[in-house]
């Protein structure tokens, strides 16, 4: 008995993690169709958990989400319900132009094994930037802000929600680890301006901040679209290491998370209880 705990034990703590550099084109219904092809793609390859890109439906810009957001439920969320049961695995769906009660958001729905939603993070930080020369972009245009944290619960550990922008702000991420999340997951489309510049290098930082796996799912580059991602979907360990890079085109990037690696990091550099709370503290405003 001993060593089949033993073993369920060790089951647990490793897990494969799966994200989906989707091509992403004008027309919704080829999306949802190459999305939900490659995550049974993946689920067959042994992942656990699959991650879509942000604004996977629809192309990105503020000019599309009005004519391509969806309710939640909705058709796009309700195949990621249904492929999440068929596969019986956790999809993380990205993110979708979401209207409710008159607003648009930036949102990820997350699914489980039974295909019951279990969270719905909505982007809480709106991406309005002016880099001059090369980009100016305002999501505040056409979308409202998120209000809550997300994070949902895996027989592996708790896992934390951010959209792209989000990733920006260390003050989530470090709620995010206060809260037990072991693995942070930011859907995020950069593009070729602040790609290069920041997103491994913020993916990073969040990870040995907080002693957890980040993982970022982008779109594939399409050279002709109006906003062209990055690409470069990154899983990183807490150690700060690289797992896994994929390159500017559509694919599946994997990687084995391993949660005793994780601790071994957390016991080998104690941060978290060589916190100065006395001189300084992040805290929530709501729960």
Partial sequence: MGSLFLRLDLELSAFRLALIQLQVSSIKSENLTRACG??????????????????????????????????????????????????????????????????????????????????????????????????????????SPGDSFSVFDTPYCRVGLGICYDIRFAELAQIYAQRGCQLLVYPGAFNLTTGPAHWELLQRGRAVDNQVYVATASPARDEKASYVAWGHSTVVSPWGEVLAKAGTEETIVYADIDLKKLAEIRQQIPIFSQKRSDLYAVEAKKS
Avoid: M, W
Avoid at 87 to 113: H, K, M, Q, W
């Fill in 38 to 143: 490659l995550i049974r793609e993946a689920s067959k390859q042994g992942a656990q958990i699959v991650s879509l890109p942000e604004c996977f439906n629809s192309p990105y810009g503020t000019k599309y989400f009005p004519e391509y957001a969806e309710k939640i439920p909705g058709d796009s969320t309700q195949k990621l319900s249904e492929v999440a049961k068929e596969c019986s695995i956790y999809v993380i769906g990205g993110s979708i132009p979401e209207e409710d009660a008159g607003r648009l958001y930036n949102t990820c729905a997350v699914f489980g094994p039974d295909g019951a939603l279990l969270v719905r993070h909505r982007k809480l930080h709106l991406f309005d930037i002016d880099v001059p020369g090369k980009i100016t972009f305002q999501e505040s245009e056409t979308l």
